[in-house]
T-cell receptor, first 113, second 116 residues
Framework: DVKVTQSSRYLVKRTGEKVFLECVQD?????MFWYRQDPGLGLRLIYF???????EKGDIPEGYSVSREKKERFSLILESASTNQTSMYLC????????????FGPGTRLTVL | AQKVTQAQTEISVVEKEDVTLDCVYE???????LFWYKQPPSGELVFLIR??????QNEISGRYSWNFQKSTSSFNFTITASQVVDSAVYFC?????????????FGQGTRLTINP
């Protein structure tokens, strides 16, 4: 069974804080992804990574950065959180090619006050 | 452009009814993949099915079935004898080449409510 875990289910932070969202997968997947999900806007890709230390911008990378130092871990960083980054954040991983099935973690609901 | 349309925003049925969720896609790729995911109230997206563009056979898995029709660019999902536990938001998605990279394009989702 594929397992993708995220460090927190709920997180509350203040404007201007640096925020780290962690994602870990245990299936030796090459690719990892970060999405945010907002009502009416659906799921939007923030960043993805197809290898350790590699990263690619998705559709909405502004205000975010990522880190992938180990194959199993992909971190999303909000350098200076803002209220418009209040959202549900979903991490996913896929085996090898970018057309392989993406398996999702439970999500982190982030509120920025 | 790659696009997925789920025209039904919300569907509400009574338990044991059959229900079909529609998905229409647009792509110029000749090879592509289609997916369905379920998102229960807990929030996690649960993978249901992956289909490649060369396999037009319908698929059945228990009470779930999928009808893939390339001629109409549709990949519809039917739940037979629905149950309350089927209540969730269901997403159809297309894996396509966007700006030089393979990406997953999601529909807006259909919120399905099964009433007891």
């Amino acid at each position: 069974d594929v397992k993708v875990t995220q460090s927190s289910r709920y997180l509350v932070k203040r404007t201007g804080e640096k925020v780290f969202l962690e994602c870990v997968q245990d299936m030796d997947h090459e690719n990892m992804f970060w999405y945010r999900q907002d009502p009416g806007l659906g799921l939007r890709l923030i960043y993805f990574s197809y290898d350790v230390k590699m990263k690619e911008k998705g559709d909405i990378p502004e205000g975010y950065s990522v880190s992938r130092e180990k194959k199993e871990r992909f971190s999303l960083i909000l350098e200076s959180a803002s209220t418009n980054q209040t959202s549900m954040y979903l991490c996913a991983s896929s085996f090898q090619t970018l057309t392989d099935t993406q398996y999702f973690g439970p999500g982190t609901r982030l509120t920025v006050l | 452009a790659q696009k997925v349309t789920q025209a039904q925003t919300e569907i509400s049925v009574v338990e044991k009814e059959d229900v079909t969720l529609d998905c229409v896609y647009e792509t110029r790729d000749t090879t592509y993949y289609l997916f369905w995911y379920k998102q229960p109230p807990s929030g996690e997206l649960v993978f249901l099915i992956r289909r490649n563009s060369f396999d037009e056979q319908n698929e059945i898995s228990g009470r779930y079935s999928w009808n893939f029709q390339k001629s109409t660019s549709s990949f519809n999902f039917t739940i037979t004898a629905s149950q309350v536990v089927d209540s969730a938001v269901y997403f159809c998605a297309l894996s396509g080449l966007i700006q030089g990279a393979q990406k997953l394009v999601f529909g807006q989702g259909t919120r399905l409510t099964i009433n007891p």
